[in-house]
């Protein structure tokens, strides 16, 4: 049996853990902020707390029933973090990271307090660090939509297969319309920042509009 002391202890563990890495999301400006961060850890530590102790109480031999199905439950928290902007295309990491932080509350739940710390130091440096090298080396590749409107379609179209052959990258949906007296070169691709900016410096010019648009994919 927990003293109330211990219980309180467990809870604010978690919270304050689940609020630290809150902030960093908070400071992303991503779904799952400080107080959603900080709930989700609460929330697991007392279900941790309350599996054992109920289990004590009435005598259930099975006492990390409640526990267990943690696991499930958080997992529609997550999916509800995807499914918040562009249909579910967005949110792959705020989604992880719920899950992680689920794993950490019921870590401290059990009052393994050393494991729930290191498992947040981990958190925060993927977050930060790993985020701040695939930025740094340009490493996140995203499906965005070129689309270029000018009036003469051929040059166009034919200056988009060579590029794209020459920077190695496939294309998907590439059509040419008409517009009026117009005509429209559209194509999706997954490119890097990089090649993105490639693509549309060797392409902008005078006659030429160009648009990019994010396509449809996973993101962050």
Do not use: Y
């Amino acid at each position: 049996m927990f003293s109330l002391r211990e219980i309180f202890l467990r809870l604010t563990v978690a919270a304050v853990l689940g609020a630290i890495i809150g902030i960093e999301r908070e400071l992303r400006r991503r779904p799952a902020g400080i107080r959603t961060s900080c709930f989700v850890c609460l929330a697991t530590a007392l279900f941790t707390i309350l599996s054992a102790e109920l289990a004590r109480l009435f005598g259930d031999t099975s006492g990390t029933r409640i526990a267990s199905n943690i696991v499930q439950g958080i997992g529609f928290l997550g999916a509800g973090a995807i499914l918040k902007e562009a249909g579910g295309r967005v949110g792959m990491t705020t989604a992880a990271t719920i899950f992680v932080e689920a794993a950490i509350g019921m870590a401290a739940g059990g009052g393994l307090f050393k494991v729930a710390t290191f498992a947040t130091g981990l958190v925060l440096f993927g977050l930060v660090c790993l985020g701040w090298a695939a930025q740094r080396f340009d490493l996140k590749c995203h499906p965005m939509v070129f689309r270029f409107t000018t009036s003469h379609a051929e040059n166009v179209a034919a200056e988009v297969q060579r590029l794209m052959a020459e920077l190695k990258l496939s294309m998907q949906h590439f059509r040419v319309s008409m517009a009026g007296s117009t005509s429209i070169v559209e194509f999706e691709s997954i490119v890097s920042h990089n090649q993105q900016e490639k693509i549309v410096a060797q392409l902008s010019r005078q006659g030429v509009i160009t648009e990019v648009t994010p396509g449809e994919g996973l993101h962050e």
